[in-house]
């Protein structure tokens, strides 16, 4: 399985600015990138009322739109799905993966911290490798978009030959 980092915090911790940074940089350097988002609010895949969605309403267990450019699979799965389970499932292999959320797996972590939060409030999580904050924080490894991209590009990138 490729080389897979999590990018774990609470709401409004930036996890999606940094994941967006994180594959523009892998893009620009010709890394195949595949990305998995954890949503614990069930959001739509699709949008209501259209016949893909009547599909799966109905209950087709898979249903593909394809358009002249993209396509995109909505398929059931189980609540406690892994990352390894889902990265099995994808239909191109990437170069590496970056997860946000998924906090139980076990996989490398980048904990991102907003102002108010401390190390102590994501300590049952494993595998963090590096606490992270886009605004001023005492606690964290890496402070700032560049800081983190960074240590990403020559620390993270390196250690697993992908740079």
């Known amino acids: 399985m490729a080389p897979t980092l999590q990018v774990i915090g609470f709401k409004k911790s930036g996890k999606t600015l940094v994941i967006e940074s994180m594959v523009k940089q892998l893009v620009e350097q010709n890394i195949a990138v595949s990305v998995l988002k954890h949503d614990a609010h069930n959001a739509a895949m699709d949008k209501n009322g259209t016949d893909s969605d009547r599909f799966f309403k109905a209950g087709a267990m898979t249903v593909t739109l394809k358009s002249d450019t993209n396509y995109f699979t909505h398929k059931r799965t ?73 240590w990403f590009t020559t620390d993270y990138l390196e250690r697993r030959d992908l740079k």
Do not use: C, W
């Open 78 to 150: 189980t609540p406690d799905a892994t990352i390894a389970e889902l990265v099995a499932e994808l239909p191109d292999q990437p170069q590496i993966v970056l997860a946000e959320g998924f906090k139980n797996d076990h996989f490398d972590k980048l904990a991102l911290l907003r102002p108010t939060d401390h190390k102590a409030d994501l300590a049952s999580f494993t595998h963090i490798i590096k606490y992270a904050s886009l605004l001023p924080h005492s606690g964290a490894d890496l402070v700032g978009l560049n800081a983190i991209m960074n």
